[in-house]
């Protein structure tokens, strides 16, 4: 096997990390040019996976933001090994008080500036008034979640922390399937009749993204730390020694992530799969891809030590908040992209043009983050 870190990071957690974090920051937009372009049944197929789903249902798209989550859950173990070689114990929970009080100011800190991150991707800058800020914000779940998901890793063994997986699920089945709505009732999985979108109509302040829920809402944002949870267990199951040789790893990874699938799956009959209310049949559906996806990057470079192929995806996700940030509106791209490949595009026929320069943002995205890759210039947070 491979040494598995490089500057103290996994490269494969960097390498999906930087995968799922491709198709937001560009890759989405390539595949719907070339579904324009060449309209042959695959391109069509994977434009209509870069969407959303209306409600119900799943897509690749939906499945790229808890995939990224739980890859923040499974670097957790990873992030708290050195403090718990210092502080000479086995587990977290063993930690004395004083090191849990600085690992939890550590935490919050990072929460904060995670979730005052994601109100200025939201626009808060641009001064438009209470009434018109979004502050409910993909990074601020990010953050909210991870920050849960670590207190709870911080003070309860493996058991505990299953315990707490659970109840979480099943306390989220419960009260959205059995706490009525006022003028709607109980169990009304709709995006107006959902315990969810009603707490967020009532509590969540400012503008709600689609009008009578949040997808990054505040009841929603509970089952999102199961998802971080998952992310946990599979990196404690790494880090931990055992006598299970790698092949063996990789069997135990692969049967955990049909077994997931397969929850989803039946308890999507009487709790749909859902990304928008992140239904608990959603995060155990995801979370088994979400093992797939890394039991292939871990194979093809932690365990067969194939690494080069995956460096533009590492370029991203060694710096992945600040690419995400950067592409959502706060760098134009675009604007240089068509400074220097501009002419050279327009050479090109017409209805292969998009594609082109959807290319071109991507080189110019991938050439920052080689610069600062270089450099060793990382957003850390």
């Known amino acids: 096997m491979s040494d598995t870190t490089t500057n103290g990071r996994l490269i494969s957690l960097d390498a999906l990390r930087g995968f799922v974090m491709f198709w937001i920051m560009s890759g989405e937009h390539i595949i719907h040019a070339l579904a324009k372009a060449a309209p042959i049944p695959v391109f069509i197929w994977m434009s209509s996976q870069l969407h959303h789903t209306e409600w119900d249902g799943i897509t690749f798209y939906d499945m790229i933001f808890p995939v990224f989550l739980f890859v923040a859950g499974v670097s957790m173990p990873f992030s708290f090994d050195k403090k718990m070689k210092i502080a000479g114990v086995n587990t977290p929970s063993e930690l004395p008080s004083k090191e849990k009080r600085k690992i939890y100011l550590s935490m919050l800190k990072r929460t904060c500036i995670l979730l005052v991150l994601g109100f200025v991707v939201n626009g808060l800058l641009k001064f438009d008034g209470y009434e018109q800020t979004r502050f409910a914000s993909v990074l601020g779940r990010i953050g909210l979640a991870w920050f849960?998901?670590?207190?709870?890793?911080?003070?309860?063994?493996?058991?505990?922390?299953?315990?707490?997986?659970?109840?979480?699920?099943?306390?989220?089945?419960?009260?959205?399937?059995?706490?009525?709505?006022?003028?709607?009732?109980?169990?009304?999985?709709?995006?107006?009749?959902?315990?969810?979108?009603?707490?967020?109509?009532?509590?969540?302040?400012?503008?709600?993204?689609?009008k009578v829920y949040d997808p990054e809402g505040l009841l929603s944002t509970i089952p999102a730390i199961a998802t971080a949870l998952l992310g946990m267990f599979l990196g404690t199951f790494l880090k931990v020694k055992s006598s299970f040789s790698a092949n063996k790893k990789l069997l135990i990874m692969f049967i955990s992530a049909l077994t997931l699938m397969l929850i989803g799956l039946i308890w999507d009959y009487d709790f749909p799969i859902n990304k928008h209310l992140w239904t608990s049949s959603f995060v155990f559906f995801v979370g088994g891809f979400s093992v797939l996806f890394f039991t292939f990057f871990y194979l093809t470079i932690d365990v067969w030590g194939f690494h080069k192929w995956a460096f533009p995806l590492i370029l991203i996700g060694s710096n992945s908040i600040l690419i995400y940030m950067a592409s959502e509106g706060m760098v134009n791209f675009g604007h240089t992209a068509n400074y220097v490949f501009g002419g050279a595009i327009?050479?090109?026929?017409?209805?292969?043009?998009?594609?082109?320069?959807?290319?071109s943002v991507t080189l110019v995205q991938l050439a920052l983050l080689y610069f600062l890759y270089k450099r060793k210039w990382f957003l850390k947070i």
């Open 346 to 359: 327009k050479m090109a026929p017409l209805i292969w043009q998009p594609v082109f320069t959807t290319l």
């Open 148 to 210: 849960f998901a670590g207190i709870i890793y911080l003070n309860f063994d493996i058991k505990g922390q299953v315990l707490w997986f659970v109840g979480i699920l099943v306390g989220y089945y419960v009260v959205m399937k059995w706490i009525p709505v006022p003028d709607f009732g109980a169990g009304i999985l709709t995006k107006e009749g959902s315990l969810e979108g009603y707490i967020d109509r009532m509590l969540l302040p400012g503008r709600l993204h689609s």
